[in-house]
Nanobody, 127 residues
Framework: QVQLVESGGGSVQAGRSLRLSCATSGVTYSRFSMAWFRQAPEKEREGVAAIWPGGRRAFYSDSVKGRFTISQDGAETALYLLMTNLKPEDTGMYYC????????????????????WGRGTRVIVSS
């Protein structure tokens, strides 16, 4: 059974950094695609970063490219999202997601490609 638990959210000023963690169980990193999504108040959930099984390739939305980095730990216990140069528009609930197999390149940031989700961690960025 897949379990995902996010942590690391908080309130920061614009320009600062945060690192989110997603503790995982039941996930074999060489066999799962994983991703980070976020949802701002009154907006739809959007994908911000994804990674293929085994860390073969990472993907980013245009809004975070160059500022966010997705990574996995070698012990296959956690997925991370390092967020730098944070902006107020990065505010929202951040969710970790996992799906067995290879999610197609054109679909890695789509919510309906992932069946396993955490409950989220909140990030607030003030100007």
């Amino acid at each position: 059974q897949v379990q995902l638990v996010e942590s690391g959210g908080g309130s920061v000023q614009a320009g600062r950094s945060l690192r989110l963690s997603c503790a995982t169980s039941g996930v074999t990193y060489s066999r799962f695609s994983m991703a980070w999504f976020r949802q701002a108040p009154e907006k739809e959930r959007e994908g911000v970063a994804a990674i293929w099984p085994g860390g073969r390739r990472a993907f980013y939305s245009d809004s975070v490219k160059g500022r966010f980095t997705i990574s996995q730990d070698g012990a296959e216990t956690a997925l991370y999202l390092l967020m730098t140069n944070l902006k107020p528009e990065d505010t929202g609930m951040y969710y970790c997601a996992a799906e067995p197999g290879w999610v197609e390149e054109g679909s890695v940031l789509r919510t309906n490609e992932y069946r396993n989700w955490g409950r989220g961690t909140r990030v607030i960025v003030s100007s």
